[in-house]
């Protein structure tokens, strides 16, 4: 069932961060996608980045969650899909926002940035978040509308 699915990605800065989300969030009762990689080897942030927000775009799985050193490579890539709202916390208060606000349903963290304490934190505030809709509605739609 998509409600309760969600999708990993990362470059090969951020395996251990991934997979300790990726245990914190199955513990939660969520259904992990894992696209990888498992290897500290090369793996590119643009398309580990895309391969996860088509999953989400798609419908495969409400949420995604993408990591690289920043946050921001992989970010940016994944924003490129139609479809995708990703934005990139070092912080709960920006997670919990851009879920509120933003309707985000991809978040990005940096593995060079935040330690796994926090980034635990971070998914939590993000998860737990709902989209408020009202006066934030329209923004969306006008997001949306960008996309062409």
């Known amino acids: ?3 309760n699915r969600i999708v990993l990605a990362s470059d090969h800065a951020a395996v251990p961060l991934r997979q300790a989300i990726a ?12 696209v990888g990689p498992d290897t500290p ?20 799985c409400r949420f995604g969650i993408v990591l690289c050193g920043t946050g921001q490579g992989i970010m940016m ?3 490129k899909v139609k479809g995708v709202r990703c ?13 509120q ?8 963290i ?9 980034a ?12 408020e809709g009202g006066r934030h509605a329209p923004r969306v739609e006008m997001i949306k509308a960008l996309e062409g």
């Open 101 to 108: 606000h933003n309707d985000a349903n991809m978040l990005a």
């Open 120 to 131: 635990l934190d971070i998914v939590d505030a993000f998860l737990a978040a709902a989209f």
């Open 1 to 3: 069932m998509t409600a």
């Open 77 to 79: 890539a994944a924003n």
């Open 23 to 34: 245990g914190h969030v199955a513990a939660k009762g969520w259904v992990v996608v894992d």
């Open 41 to 60: 080897q090369t793996a590119p942030y643009p398309e580990q980045g895309a391969a996860a927000a088509r999953m989400v775009a798609s419908g495969d």
């Open 87 to 99: 934005g990139v916390c070092a912080d709960t208060f920006s997670a919990r926002m851009i879920r």
């Open 110 to 118: 940096g593995a060079r940035v935040v330690g796994e304490g926090l």
